[in-house]
């Protein structure tokens, strides 16, 4: 397959690929790389599923052309746990049954982590602006924002 070829890190691997030109990151991700755990819900940017955290910021990787991720750090729900050991966000969003049917929880807990790597201790308002960028159809968002919240206490040492 001839295409562009990619060098970046994503969850702290060094990974080399090829892509086309106009495919996504997110088509990256899930298809050359196996790496399934971001969804495409909308397609547009709109609905937060397919969330990564590109150099530091989140971002909807559906808009993300695979092409610009060259040279970039990226953070998938695939590298948020360390082993078996979860992330506090994951077993706080397990407690608070702040997921059903898990299509937005990868792009949620992507988002929150994002949040508390820029703000260990936000207030609820800072939380639901946060996660604003994500849609949810199942759960309702007072439990997800429960869950940050008791994430970010326990992260804090609380």
């Known amino acids: 397959m001839s295409g562009i070829a990619v060098s ?3 969850n702290g691997d060094e990974v080399e690929y090829l892509c086309q030109a106009e495919e996504t ?3 990256v991700l ?3 790389l196996g790496l399934t755990g971001a969804k495409e819900g909308c397609g547009t940017g709109d609905c937060g599923a397919c969330s990564v955290i590109l150099d ?3 971002v909807c990787s559906c808009l993300v052309l695979g092409a610009e991720a060259q040279g970039a750090r990226v953070e998938t729900i695939e590298g948020m746990a360390q082993g078996d050991t979860l992330h506090p966000l994951q077993t706080k969003f397990l407690e608070h049954a702040a997921l059903q049917c898990g299509v ?3 792009g949620f807990l992507m988002a929150a982590k994002a ?3 820029a703000n260990p201790d936000p207030t609820e308002e800072e ?3 946060g996660l604003a960028g994500n849609l949810c159809r199942c759960t309702g968002y007072d439990k997800i924002v429960r869950a940050v919240q008791d994430a970010a206490r326990e992260m804090n040492g609380g």
Request: include cysteine; glycine fraction near 4%.
């Open 8 to 10: 970046t890190t994503i």
């Open 25 to 27: 990151l997110l088509d």
């Open 30 to 32: 899930r298809d050359r």
């Open 56 to 58: 530091g910021r989140l």
């Open 104 to 106: 937005c929880t990868p």
């Open 115 to 117: 949040l508390l790597d």
């Open 127 to 129: 939380i639901r602006f």
